[in-house]
C-alpha cells in the first residue's frame, strides 16, 4: 500500500529493499520523500491536577536519567490543566488550593520542571493559559488577557530561562458547545500573543516560536479551519489525536492505523492551504485518552478495575511505533506524545495511578519508553516511502524506512556505512511469525522488542533478553542495553508474532 502515492511519480526511487517470504512480495523505497525534525519523537508534560503535576518531584535523579535516555527531544508543557495555571509572579498562590479548575505553578516547581528540560536536552514549549474558567463564564463576549502571560514571560527572561517556544490555549474547541467559544476568539488570542512577544523580545532570531492551536476532538476541521483564515503565522499546527486502543482491539489494523483515518484525510493539506510556511506537527497524541483519572478507562466509578485498559502495557508498543513511522511518512515534522508521566498513558509510570513522584522513588519503563528510544538509536530523519511490488502487502506487516544519522549521540555505528539506514518492521499479527529475508545490498544488525510477560504485561524483551523495568540508580541509559543480531544480504530475519524490529543498516543509493 502506497501511503504517499500522489508525491510518489516524483521522487528517486531504492530497489529491493527488504522481501516478504509470504506471498512473494518484494518492498521499494521510494524517496525521500520527506524530512522529520530530529527531535521527532518527542513528548508533552500535562500539567492536570489528575495527572499529578503537582505531586510530581520534577528534580527527581530518575526521571531527568529516564529523559535524558531519549535526548534530544521538545518537552511540551501543556494539556487541560495549563488552562487553569494561575502564574506566581502574577498572582502569589499556594499548591494547597488545587484542584481541577486550578494549578498554582509557584517559582520553585517551575524551576524545577525547566530544570529538567534543560538537562536532559528538550527543548521547552510552554502552553499559556487561555483561562479556561474566564472564557466559560463569559463565552461568545470572551476576550483573553495577556496580562498574566505578559508577567510570567518577564519572570522567564529575567532568569534567563529560554523557552523555545510559545502555545496558548489547549484543546479549545471542545468548549465550543459547553462554553460557546468560537475559532475567531482563539486567533484573536494569537494576534496579541504575537504582539507581546514582539515587545518582549525585541531581536526577531531568538525570539520564542508560536505554535497551536492545538484542536482537540469535536468538530476540528471547522475550528482549525476557521482560526487559520484568522491568524495562521505560526512555527507549526498542532491537532491532538488519540487511538482508541484497549484489550479487545489491540491488534486490529483499526486502531493501530488511526493516523490515517483520524483527520488526516483534510489536516496536512489545510496546513499547507492555509498556513504554508508552518510545519504539521501532532500535538499531543496517545494509545488513548486518559480520562479524567487519567487511568485511560481502567477504573470504574467505584474504582474496581474495568479490565479492559492496555496503558503502560506492552499492548500499545506495535501501535506506537506504527503512528510514529506513518506520521512521518505524512509529513510530520514533530510528534508529542501524551505524555512523559503522569496518568497511565506516559512513557514512564509512577507511583498512586501514575500521580505521584516522591524525589528519591524510581521510575518504571514503559515498552513505548523503548519504542522512543529505539527510535532515536536507529531512525534518521530522512523518510522514505515503502511500497509493495507485487500483489497486497501482507495485512499483518508494516514497514518504515529512513536514511541519515540518527539523533542520538549513542546509536550504534557500523562500520564501514557511509549513510546509516533505519528500518521499522511491525508484526501486528498475534500468533504467527513472518519470515522476512532482508535484500539491502549491505549488512545490518537487528533488535526485535517483545513482550517479556505477556502482551498486557509492562515490562520487555529486547532480542530476547530483558530490558530494565525501573530506573532507580539515577544513570541515564545510553547505548543500546542488548547486542545487536548480525546479518548480512539476503538472510532472513523472523518476525515473531505482536513485535517491533528495528534494523540498521546502510543506505541504498537512490538512482533516477
Known amino acids: 500500500r502506497d501511503l504517499v502515492s500522489a508525491m510518489s511519480a516524483s521522487m528517486l526511487s531504492v530497489v529491493a529493499a527488504v522481501s516478504i517470504a509470504n506471498g512473494a512480495t518484494s518492498f521499494l523505497l521510494r524517496g525521500p520523500v520527506g524530512e522529520t525534525s530530529e527531535r521527532y519523537a518527542s513528548y508533552t508534560i ?46 502569589p498562590c499556594t499548591p494547597h488550593n488545587d484542584s481541577d479548575t486550578f494549578v498554582c505553578l509557584n517559582t520553585t516547581h517551575w524551576t524545577s520542571l525547566f530544570t529538567l528540560a534543560v538537562k536532559a536536552d528538550a527543548q521547552f514549549i510552554f502552553g499559556l493559559s487561555f483561562d479556561m474558567v474566564a472564557a466559560c463564564n463569559a463565552q461568545e463576549k470572551y476576550t483573553w488577557s495577556s496580562a498574566p502571560a505578559v508577567a510570567m514571560i518577564k519572570y522567564l527572561i529575567s532568569q534567563k530561562q529560554d523557552v523555545w517556544g510559545y502555545e496558548l490555549g489547549n484543546e479549545v474547541n471542545n468548549r465550543l458547545k459547553k462554553c460557546n467559544l468560537q475559532p475567531a476568539q482563539q486567533a484573536a488570542a494569537f494576534a496579541l500573543l504575537k504582539k507581546e512577544l514582539s515587545t518582549l523580545y525585541p531581536d526577531a532570531q531568538s525570539r520564542p516560536k508560536i505554535l497551536g492551536p492545538d484542536v482537540g476532538y469535536l468538530d476540528p476541521e471547522y475550528w482549525l479551519g476557521s482560526f487559520l483564515g484568522n491568524y495562521s ?19 486490529s489494523p483499526m486502531p493501530i492505523d488511526n493516523a490515517l483515518t483520524d483527520g488526516e484525510s483534510w489536516y496536512p493539506g489545510m496546513v499547507h492551504s492555509l498556513a504554508p510556511a508552518a510545519e504539521v506537527w501532532a500535538g499531543e497524541d496517545g494509545p488513548i485518552g486518559g480520562g479524567e483519572d487519567g487511568t485511560c478507562g481502567g477504573l470504574f466509578p467505584n474504582g474496581s478495575s474495568t479490565n479492559n485498559s492496555v496503558c503502560g502495557t506492552f499492548a500499545t508498543a506495535p501501535w506506537y511505533a506504527n503512528n510514529l513511522g506513518q506520521r512521518a511518512l505524512l509529513g510530520f515534522k514533530t510528534y508529542l506524545r501524551q505524555d512523559l508521566l503522569g496518568g497511565r498513558y506516559g512513557l514512564l509510570g509512577i507511583s498512586h495511578d501514575s500521580e505521584m513522584l516522591g524525589t528519591f522513588d524510581p521510575v518504571r519503563i514503559s515498552a513505548d519508553f523503548w519504542v522512543n528510544f529505539m527510535w532515536k538509536r536507529i531512525m534518521g530523519t530522512t523518510v522514505f516511502n515503502v511500497t509493495a511490488t507485487d500483489g497486497p502487502l501482507d495485512p499483518s506487516l508494516r514497514a518504515f524506512a529512513h536514511c541519515g544519522t540518527p539523533p542520538s549521540p549513542h546509536a550504534p555505528r557500523l562500520s564501514g556505512t557511509k549513510t546509516p539506514a533505519g528500518l521499522v518492521l511491525i508484526n501486528i499479527n498475534t500468533t504467527e511469525p513472518k519470515s522476512v529475508p532482508v535484500n539491502v545490498g549491505a549488512p545490518f544488525m537487528s533488535w526485535t522488542l517483545s513482550a517479556a510477560d505477556g502482551v498486557f504485561g509492562e515490562t520487555s524483551l529486547l532480542n530476547g533478553k530483558p530490558l530494565p523495568g525501573t530506573l532507580s540508580d539515577g544513570r541515564a541509559i545510553e547505548g543500546i542495553p542488548v547486542a545487536g543480531v548480525p546479518g548480512n544480504d539476503h538472510d532472513h530475519l523472523t518476525l515473531p508474532p505482536f513485535t517491533v524490529t528495528f534494523v540498521a543498516t546502510e543506505c541504498p543509493s537512490t538512482k533516477e
Open 233 to 251: 503565522d505560526l512555527h507549526a499546527v498542532t491537532y491532538h489525536v488519540y487511538s482508541w486502543l484497549n484489550r479487545k482491539n489491540y491488534f
Open 46 to 91: 500535562d500539567s492536570s491536577y489528575n495527572r499529578g503535576f503537582v505531586h510530581i518531584d520534577f528534580g527527581n535523579a530518575n526521571l531527568l536519567a529516564a529523559a535524558s535516555s531519549l535526548a534530544p527531544s521538545t518537552l511540551r508543557f501543556g494539556g487541560g490543566g495549563n488552562d487553569y495555571l494561575q502564574y506566581a509572579p502574577f498572582s
